[in-house]
């Protein structure tokens, strides 16, 4: 059985950091092509970041300079690494794993909660 599961979610203040991990059980996370998505409530869930095996990395235009995704190895998994927040960046972020060949893999987290606000 395939499990994403996030964590690091927060509350916290505009212009803070905080950084989510997502942990894969049930796959190699490394042949994977491993992201993150956000969505808030009455709007589609949208690209933040993403990852190849080969670790090209693909950002959305806002989040580009301000959030950096990488492997992280030990967990199986990714990390997000979010700096500079702003209040749009507030969203349930969720963790994404889809096979770059076969489109019946492909896995969600729960999700995570981000909360930017004073």
């Known amino acids: 059985q395939v499990q994403l599961v996030e964590s690091g979610g927060a509350l916290v203040q505009p212009g803070g950091s905080l950084s989510l991990s997502c942990a894969a059980s049930?796959?190699?996370?490394?042949?994977?092509?491993m992201g993150w998505y956000r969505q808030t409530p009455g709007m589609e869930r949208e690209l933040v970041a993403t990852?190849?095996?080969?670790?090209?990395?693909t950002y959305s235009d806002s989040v580009k300079g301000r959030f950096t995704i990488a492997r992280d190895n030990a967990k199986n998994g990714v990390i997000l690494q979010m700096n500079s927040l702003k209040p749009e960046d507030t969203a349930v972020y969720s963790c994404?794993?889809?096979?770059?060949?076969?489109?019946?893999?492909?896995?969600w987290g729960q999700g995570t909660q981000v909360t930017v606000s004073s």
């Open positions: 994404n794993a889809r096979h770059p060949r076969l489109d019946n893999l492909n896995y």
């Open positions: 049930g796959i190699n996370a490394r042949i994977y092509i």
């Open positions: 990852i190849t095996p080969g670790d090209l990395i």
